[in-house]
């Protein structure tokens, strides 16, 4: 993983005093956000000796640690029904190809899966949720495009409990955090769907893409007012994306990272391991 988004800042400050201003901006620009980069100033400031770089670091990883949860979060399915899985997202931010690697994960892991393809307003968006269903063996509900969304999302729902499927993963159109009448359509979904089932969606995951920076929190807590959401998948760590933004996000909202995404390959898609996280960030 390609985490380690603090080292810079350890390598030129280890051993030495702490540049307050230094270390603010640092900790501002990793995108662990203003209200983090305050508390572990703060903590930092409190202490009765003069804080080293080393000491930043060991106080910058304890809260951090304090923020994410314990031990990694497993997906499993439920008793004598599907569960529904709503993947939401701003366009651009990798929610198709997450969906379809979600799939993948959970087919490799032993696990029946259904696709529907509720990006009926990208024609591309279907085909590429169809390329990705048949290469893992995986069913598909699709329909026209411009088709009802939340019908759609119906009829999978009817399809995988006929037909005894674990999970339904149900890939919705990319939309603006600030168009309130996209926004309101997500809930449309919801509602078509506690028709089928009062408890559905069961997980409601919002994909952001790690590059965004501040970007990504407030589409979190807009998608959260939104849709009320259960977890984050955390896109393009491999590349500029520093990964602050998953703590940012846990603690100013309280929505945990479910998934992160590495790269480009199938492969390259796994559920967020909190530790692992936290030793590999610095």
């Known amino acids: 993983m390609a985490f380690g988004f603090l080292k810079n800042l350890w390598q030129k400050i280890t051993g030495k005093p702490v540049d307050w201003d230094e270390l603010e901006e640092a900790l501002i620009r990793a995108d662990l956000g203003l209200p983090m980069t305050t508390r572990i100033l703060k903590n930092l ?34 008793p004598n029904k599907p569960k529904v899985i709503l993947v939401v997202g701003v366009n651009g931010t990798g929610k198709t190809t997450s969906t379809a690697k979600l799939g993948a994960l959970l087919k490799k892991r032993g696990h029946s899966v259904l696709f529907a393809a509720a990006d009926t307003f990208r024609a591309a968006a279907i085909e590429q949720l169809g390329i990705w269903a048949e290469r893992i063996g995986a069913p598909i509900v699709k329909g026209q495009y411009n088709a009802d969304p939340a019908a759609l999302c119906f009829d999978a729902y009817r399809k995988a409990e006929a037909e005894n499927i674990e999970f339904i993963i149900c890939d919705t159109a990319g939309r603006l955090h600030t168009k309130h009448n996209l926004m309101a359509e997500l809930g449309k979904v919801k509602r078509v769907l506690q028709k089928a089932d009062p408890a559905a969606p069961h997980e409601t995951l919002l994909v952001v893409d790690a590059t965004t920076g501040s970007n990504a929190l407030a589409q979190a807590r807009e998608f959260h007012s939104a849709t009320q959401l259960t977890g984050i998948i955390c896109t393009k760590l491999d590349g500029s994306g520093k990964g602050g933004i998953i703590v940012a996000i846990q603690n100013e909202l309280g929505i945990p990272t479910r998934f992160i995404g590495t790269g480009e390959k199938a492969e390259d898609f796994s559920f967020f391991d909190p530790r692992e996280f936290a030793e590999q960030m610095i």
Do not use: H
Request: glycine fraction near 2%; charge should be neutral.
């Open 45 to 78: 400031q409190a202490r009765k000796d003069q804080p080293t770089g080393d000491t930043a670091i060991e106080v910058t990883r304890e809260e951090i640690t304090k923020i994410l949860p314990r031990e990694p979060w497993m997906l499993r399915p439920l």
